[in-house]
């Protein structure tokens, strides 16, 4: 065969036809490719012609049920339309409670923002769903109206379970969300809420469309519990972080002590607390390492007790010993924030006679108490000074015996020195 005619027979090889000269592999490959297109372009117009004919029988149905039942769509569409007028007041009433309490303190507030949040969209589709059985819907707007009310009802529903949670935090958390560096742990709580309720609310929609939702559900926990292992850290201190905001052991500018080192919140975050040590540094610590201390928070106190030791010689006499506690007392009390709780002798110490005197400063600033001691110190040691008692220090007497039991001085007896200067001025006077 010539060339010529060789390339034009070729050129006319159709679909199915394959040049001789051609390997059998490479012509059972192309049927293969060929075939395959072929399915595919007919399953994408097999699908676009069944949704083309549910959406031809769809609006023939719904002209006919209109047509047919024209009194009864009229009552159902009354019926819904009260229905809407109904929940539009609810939504208008939250809005109301928001309004009377904006900072959204109260349940009241929290209920009324949820409310607030109801959609437009969940409004129809309630009111559609209630009426349509009613009205003979035809089954495929039926099915049509019922799909539609799964999906606005699932948002919503997360919708008022996110304001719902939010609000409660919120509530919780008081006014410590400003006066605290907490909005950071607030945002991130909110996003995980919402992240979380979304997920849900798209997985109840896909199970009542008949998806098989368990494989999701799944490698949704698989996937949660790998990133709750790779940032355990984290998640701890967050979750020491929402500990604070609930149980609230301290808030910023509180002075606390744990361990050995007191000082005022300076900032509270997701992750660490910075302290303002009494001695000038900075002191970064772990949310979950702090909140496994024990904290002791000066800022709770109603009243300081201060506790003093006295001590008195033991050549004090017995009756002036008696009147010590009367004369703290006195003392004490001449201080309008300080309240006496007891005093008394409460040991015969080593060197002196024990007291202990125990008030309460009722302040919670402790400058003020510093002070007030301070005064009831200075008023004590007048007071003492004036009656003539002395304070202790510690002293030691040691006494010497012969060997036979007898005590000795210390030091021999020598003869003693007489004023030698006095005799010579006699002398010479005579």
Same mark, same amino acid.
């Given at each position: ?171 919780? %958390? ?6 605290? &560096?907490?909005?950071? #742990?607030?945002?991130?709580?909110? !996003?995980? @809420? $919402?992240? *979380? ?67 005022? %919140? ?6 660490? &607390?910075?302290?303002? #040590?009494?001695?000038?540094?900075? !002191?970064? @610590? $772990?949310? *979950? ?142």
């Amino acid at each position: 065969m010539p060339a010529r005619d060789q390339v034009s027979q070729q050129r006319r090889a159709g679909p199915d036809r394959f040049p001789r000269e051609w390997p059998a592999q490479i012509q059972n490959q192309s049927q293969g490719s060929l075939m395959t297109n072929i399915a595919t372009n007919a399953g994408v117009g097999d699908a676009a012609e069944e949704f083309g004919d549910s959406a031809t029988l769809l609006v023939t149905d719904t002209a006919s049920w209109i047509s047919t039942h024209w009194l009864q769509i009229a009552i159902a569409a009354g019926i819904g339309t009260l229905i809407a007028l109904f929940l539009l007041w609810v939504k208008a009433f939250g809005h109301k409670l928001v309004g009377d309490d904006p900072a959204n303190a109260q349940w009241r507030a929290i209920i009324g923002r949820a409310l607030s949040r109801t959609s437009f969209f969940f409004i129809v589709m309630v009111s559609a769903e209630l009426v349509s059985r009613y009205a003979d819907t035809p089954p495929t707007l039926a099915r049509t109206i019922q799909f539609l009310f799964i999906i606005a009802a699932a948002f919503q529903a997360a919708i008022w379970a996110r304001e719902f949670i939010l609000g409660f935090i919120a509530h919780r %958390v008081g006014d410590d969300q400003s006066a605290s &560096t907490l909005g950071s #742990a607030i945002g991130l709580i909110r !996003v995980l @809420v $919402s992240i *979380a309720l979304f997920a849900i609310a798209l997985i109840v929609i896909l199970d009542n469309l008949g998806v098989n939702v368990t494989g999701l559900v799944a490698g949704l926990g698989i996937g949660g519990i790998a990133i709750g292992l790779a940032a355990q850290g984290i998640f701890k201190d967050l979750f020491a972080s929402l500990s604070i905001i609930f149980d609230k052991p301290f808030r910023r500018g509180d002075g606390i002590k744990f361990n050995d080192i007191s000082g005022s %919140v300076e900032n509270i975050g997701l992750k660490t &607390t910075r302290i303002r #040590a009494l001695s000038g540094e900075q !002191v970064v @610590v $772990s949310n *979950a390492i702090l909140l496994d201390q024990e904290v002791h928070n000066f800022a709770q106190l109603h009243h300081r007790r201060i506790v003093m030791t006295l001590g008195v010689i033991y050549q004090t006499p017995p009756e002036v010993c008696a009147r010590i506690p009367d004369m703290l007392r006195e003392i004490v009390e001449s201080h309008e924030d300080a309240r006496l709780v007891r005093c008394g002798m409460t040991q015969f110490g080593a060197s002196s006679l024990d007291y202990e005197l125990q008030f309460d400063v009722h302040s919670t600033d402790y400058e003020k108490v510093f002070m007030t001691r301070h005064a009831i110190c200075i008023a004590i040691l007048t007071a003492f000074n004036a009656d003539g008692i002395e304070f202790a220090y510690p002293t030691q007497t040691s006494f010497t015996a012969a060997p036979d039991g007898k005590l000795v001085m210390p030091y021999p007896d020598v003869q003693a020195v007489t004023d030698v200067t006095n005799r010579v001025e006699q002398e010479q006077a005579t």
